[in-house]
């Protein structure tokens, strides 16, 4: 079973392999400025989930397979590889958003596989604090990650300094509230909410059909 489970990630995987890798071939032919070599390692970065599963013994949603290969393609290829960051000013500070969104499911994920193990149902606030601190430790790994790069290698991740760290620290705080907010208030996504918030989400629901006692 887990087998099939891996093969389903890697073919969920290839074709975003295969159109990374060739629509950046078909721009460098064109003579555009395209890293073809940080394409090639994001796509062998899109196997992470299947990686992940094989490691940890475990099956991922598609949602959450999904919503990883879109990042990499928005974020790393479409913002690095062809250089989407110094046309599209916002760009950088909506993936970043975007990568709080992505790793709030990651602790949702983490918190639904302890409940089932544990068949323990977690506190709401417990499960809303490890998801928001999940989202901000990433944000903050990411930024240490920018700086040591800039400082070791050369490049230029940090722009604008301060306010370039803080805006990403800002954005990516703000997608792990906001993928807070859609779990409680439409119970979404279903695959990786923890089944204690997923009861707070039907409870809030039913409260809000519940017709009005006058």
Partial sequence: MRLKAIRRSLLLALPFQVAVIVVALVLAAAGLDVEVLLTVLL???MWAPAAAELL?????PRALQLHFLIFIVAGPFMGSALHVYWVID???TLIHFDSGVLVAWIGML???RVEERTEVSLPTW???LVIQLTAMAFAAAW???????DHILGTFAQLDSLVDTMGDLIAGTLGGLCAIA??????????VAP????????????????????
């Fill in 110 to 112: 983490w918190l639904r």
């Fill in 195 to 214: 089944a204690s918030l997923l009861r707070d989400a039907h409870r809030t629901a039913d409260t809000d059909d519940a017709p009005t006692v006058r």
């Fill in 56 to 60: 940890f013994r475990t099956t991922l």
């Fill in 143 to 149: 930024e240490i990650c920018e700086f040591a790069s």
């Fill in 90 to 92: 916002e760009w950088d």
């Fill in 43 to 45: 796509a062998l970065s």
């Fill in 126 to 128: 417990f499960g809303i």
């Fill in 182 to 191: 859609l779990l409680l208030t439409l119970g979404r996504p279903r695959s």
